[in-house]
């Protein structure tokens, strides 16, 4: 043991239990600090990821990914977003990447029927603002609302449900399309898809990269669910040739996965269209 270790081990569990707290209190202040900051001192960037039609293996739409670059270390999505939706960040930075992402697509060297999807978190959603945003984002980059789907989370069907049932309906209103992300990892029933019309259901990668017989029976069940509602499905997640093929005779509509690219700057996504198109 280090002098250190015998310090924390007389002052006991309590106290060194405390002391990690209250450091990771601090460092997450930090954190958030930083992220206060991050749209001003330009920190943020969009990565975009190629989602793929199944049976005829072509670009059918494209999602932009967020990246922070924090003092030039790379943060994860998966531990700052949370911790903009604490902070009551979470609006501005998401309009951030919407209207960012949608001024790329005007860009683009696709053809015109490549859809943009951006991901869309609680707290932006039911924000005051958000539909105001969008109209603004529509009105000022000319995209054509059926080219732009917004993605939001399962668990976002557990709480809330006429706030953002009629979220829903006023983003449709525009003609803008609706996906669930991460589809079958929440808690929400099955019964909110009924009052959530939704145009898309995304197949989280847990499925996808589990090999067992449980997994590709709620991948079918999803198939069926979301034909049943009209909605087409994307599959997240694929890395390997097997899992494509496998998905496949599942029935999914959409693939997205590393097998075909990695989420990457809009200037190797061009490089990337030119190679594969
Ligand atoms: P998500 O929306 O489910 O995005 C898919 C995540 O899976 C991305 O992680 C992507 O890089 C990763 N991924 C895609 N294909 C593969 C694969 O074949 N293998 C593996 N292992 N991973 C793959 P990323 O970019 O780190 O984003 C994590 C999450 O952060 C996103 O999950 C989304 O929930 C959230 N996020 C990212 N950008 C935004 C944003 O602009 N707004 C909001 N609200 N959330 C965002
Ligand atoms: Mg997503
Ligand atoms: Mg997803
Ligand atoms: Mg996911």
Not at 15 to 40: N, T, Y
Request: one cysteine or more.
């Amino acid at each position: 043991l280090t002098m250190y270790d015998q310090k924390r081990k007389q002052r006991g569990t309590i106290g060194v239990f405390s002391e990690d707290l209250h450091e990771k209190i601090k460092s997450e202040q930090r954190l958030c600090e930083q992220l206060r900051h991050a749209i001003d001192k330009n920190a943020f960037s969009v990565h975009y990821q190629p989602i793929i039609c199944a049976d005829t293996q072509k670009l059918t739409s494209v999602e932009a990914l967020l990246r922070w670059n924090c003092d030039g270390k790379v943060i994860s999505p998966a531990r700052f977003i949370p911790l903009a939706e604490r902070t009551g960040l979470m609006p501005e930075i998401g309009a951030w990447v919407l209207n960012h992402a949608c001024i790329d697509a005007t860009e683009w060297p696709f053809k015109d029927d490549i859809a943009l999807s951006v991901n869309v978190s609680i707290s932006q959603l039911l924000d005051e603002t958000f539909i105001n945003t969008l109209d603004k984002v529509l009105a000022s980059t000319n995209i054509a609302p059926s080219r732009l789907y917004l993605e939001i989370t399962e668990s976002v069907f557990a709480n809330n449900v006429n706030a953002v049932a009629s979220q829903i309906h006023n983003v449709k209103a525009r003609g803008v399309k609706i996906s669930i992300d991460d589809f079958g990892t929440g808690y929400s029933s099955l019964s909110r898809l009924q009052s959530m019309p939704c145009d898309f259901i995304k197949i989280d990668r847990s499925f996808v990269q589990n090999t067992n017989e449980g997994s590709d029976t709620i991948m079918r069940a999803t198939m069926l669910i979301a034909n049943e509602f009209g909605c087409k499905t994307i599959a997240e997640g694929i890395e390997t040739l097997d899992q494509m093929n496998h998905i496949k005779t599942l029935g999914v509509d959409y693939i997205q996965g590393f097998l075909y690219a990695k989420p990457m700057p809009l200037s190797d996504l061009k490089t990337w269209y030119n190679e594969n198109k």
